[in-house]
């Protein structure tokens, strides 16, 4: 039997962006279906009764939820092929936790700048300089974060990517001139082909930013 | 060369006492160092710089953080034994979304009920039996969450039950009463050498919560 796999996503999602890497770099065919999350279809909300979230990935009808879980599904179901993840235990814990890190802090400071104003906005900005700081000082002068080969903390770092000309214009400030080596590990990111393939115009996720900001009154 | 193996901790921690089953269902020794969390060591300041918190496995000189990335690691170094995730990618994927649910619902509501009072408290209770009914959903009539074993959901959740009796008691409920199906697995799971061994005395961790309270100005 062909494999059936079907994703459930939203095209400015960081999140939906890792499992659409994951699937390009394992050359996965798949049907894409767009959820419109003020009105989420009743698949989404049958597939993921628990957090009502894209992205879900089913897989043989059977549904794959939170997106560093489904990549290293991925990672492990299609085993044959571009390993996302170390081999190595150690090497594995290592990027198992940096990418929790970008999971537990990348996401919700990079909204604070978004969505607040005022002092609130700036102690944002200062979170937000000093968490790509530190990852800056893991990154080191090494091309990837998975060290010579884009590895699991590439993937779930760099759909931010995508987000960074909308947080940098509403937060007022200038990202290469704050971070130059994150900014040039994802140039470099760029550069890969699935990557490249998968990350939205960063004019159209500003635009996309702009509209939620609105309808949130900050506009 | 044998293995060195060093864990940083805090014996009232759920998040350390997952790591001590998993090192115990491994049959691994290893030197407990316990931290005073106020006046942390610099040993765990060097091995976890990021976080600065415990758990912190230290094996061969190398320190792995993060709970539950620590028992992943302990499975895939010493996978010739006491499997503690499911070999299926499915069933790994499946294990993995329970954990992390417990991971990001159970300990910030659990302290919600022990740190706050009135409204904040009744509706930390309201949230918390939303918590575990869910949880009970996800058992369903298994023995374990794992199925007809110990796994590693039972092993992510089962710490929290040596804090019941200090949360039931400061939230004046009645655990096994609201929720009979979580009690009942417990019950099962503390027959396991292994975990009786590991969770401390239900009156002691009372009486630590007690002090906190009191530290916080709340008795």
């Known amino acids: ?9 939203f095209w400015p999602s960081m999140f939906g962006m890792r499992v659409r890497i994951a699937l390009a770099e394992k050359g996965i065919e798949y049907e894409y279906k ?13 597939m993921n009764p628990i957090h009502k979230k894209i992205p879900v990935l089913i897989h043989n009808g ?10 290293q599904y991925i990672d492990e179901v299609w085993n044959d092929r571009s390993p996302l993840l170390p081999t190595d235990p150690y090497q ?40 790509f700081k530190t990852l800056e000082g893991e990154l080191g002068d090494k091309p990837y974060f998975g060290g010579e080969t884009f590895g699991f903390v590439d993937l779930s770092l ?28 994802a140039k470099r990111c760029l550069q890969i082909e699935t990557v490249a393939k998968t990350l939205p115009d960063q004019k ?9 900001r609105k309808r949130f009154g900050l506009e």
């Open 92 to 131: 594995r814990a290592h990027a198992r936790f940096w990418a929790d890190y970008v999971d537990k802090k990348v996401y919700e400071v990079s909204r604070k700048i978004w969505t607040t104003k005022g002092e609130e906005k700036e102690a944002g900005k200062k979170e937000f300089f000093e968490i």
């Open 34 to 46: 767009e959820e419109d999350l003020r009105n989420k279809s009743p698949l989404l909300l049958e």
């Open 1 to 9: 039997m062909a494999d059936e796999v079907v994703l459930l996503d």
């Open 158 to 185: 760099i759909p931010f990517y995508s987000w960074f000309h909308a947080i940098e214009t509403f937060g007022e400030f200038n990202m290469e001139a704050e971070c130059p080596k994150i900014v040039a590990w």
């Open 204 to 212: 159209k996720v500003y635009e996309f930013v702009g509209q939620m």
């Open 62 to 71: 059977k549904p794959v939820c939170e997106s560093l879980i489904i990549v």
